[in-house]
């Protein structure tokens, strides 16, 4: 047995094989938030087998029978086909972008159409042609690649409510349905709000174990601290005019773009700088880019 431990420890997929199961399994893992933590982990078989490391060998056995050299096959990505499933074969492929390109977090390729685009051009495309998307962009993608929508939901789903449903241990979950069954069994800390653990989660977007299991922050009774904006003050183009009731608990505010139209935007995303304008700096950015490739092209 001992041997064949030996041979698979210098086989090109074991370091592969061993950096899933830290994300699946680890909660240390940096990246396991966005795997196991969220149910993504390794599909029973074949790959999942621990007995006699079955599992390694035909992982390293499927590695092998994928094409290409190993020296180009440790470049590529193990991407999986659906984005809410779990590691097995047949949700499995090496995927040809390089590692590097990948890590580029910003040029996700999407499905769109037919076609394999990057997010940002689908979005900039949307926004082009009136459809404006019903979140930011980042907010889009952090939808799709970390909390595993479709495209079409992520793009267009307006921002979450109470009852919205979240990838857990593999599963479409109401969020209020996780959080009384982790009550019920007393696993959520003493003095742990439902209100809080969803501000965690939805709003700070918290990594979900951190969401349910930390210890809440009893000093001021909230965690959020307040903040104090005063009318008049200014994020990018927009002016604050006045403080709105809040939806699903996001501080809301009225203000006034200086092209003259009037935004309501979401507190956080104003301070994040996410949201600078009514949509206005956008458009004109993508104009300004649209003629200036227009000149370099000489038409
Ligand atoms: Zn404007």
Not at 24 to 30: E, H, L, Q, R, V
Request: proline share 4%.
């Amino acid at each position: 047995m001992s041997n064949i431990t030996h041979g698979l420890r210098s086989h090109p997929a074991y370091k592969r094989y061993q950096h899933i199961l830290g994300r699946c399994y680890n909660p240390n893992d940096k990246a396991y938030h966005n795997y196991g933590g969220r149910g993504i982990v390794i599909e029973h078989a074949p790959w999942g087998v621990v007995e006699g490391h079955a599992g390694l060998i035909a992982f390293c056995k499927w590695w092998d029978a994928q094409p290409g050299t190993d020296e180009d096959k440790c470049r590529l990505m193990i991407e999986r086909d659906d984005n809410n499933r779990g590691y097995s074969p047949d949700n499995c492929h090496l995927d040809t972008r390089t590692v590097q390109n990948r890590n580029q977090r910003r040029n996700i390729r999407v499905r769109y159409k037919g076609q394999s685009r990057l997010l940002t051009e689908v979005y900039d495309d949307l926004v082009l042609r009136g459809r404006d998307p019903a979140v930011s962009c980042q907010a889009a993608r952090h939808r799709y690649q970390q909390l595993g929508w479709s495209l079409r939901d992520a793009l267009f789903t307006p921002p979450l409510t109470r009852d919205s449903r979240i990838m857990y241990h593999g599963k479409l979950k109401k969020f209020q349905d996780i959080y009384d069954d982790l009550k019920t069994h007393g696993k959520i800390p003493d003095g742990l709000r439902y209100k809080v653990a969803y501000q965690r989660y939805f709003m700070q977007e918290w990594p979900i174990r951190d969401a349910f299991f930390k210890e809440p922050d009893r000093r001021n009774g909230s965690e959020a601290r307040r903040i104090t904006i005063k009318d008049g003050e200014r994020f990018g183009r927009l002016v604050i005019i006045q403080e709105l009731d809040k939806v699903d608990g996001r501080r809301m505010f009225m203000c006034i773009c200086d092209c003259g139209k009037s935004k309501i935007a979401q507190l956080k995303l104003l301070r994040d700088g996410r949201v600078k304008s009514c949509g206005c700096l956008h458009k004109d950015m993508l104009r300004e880019r649209h003629a200036k490739a227009r000149l370099e092209r000489g038409v």
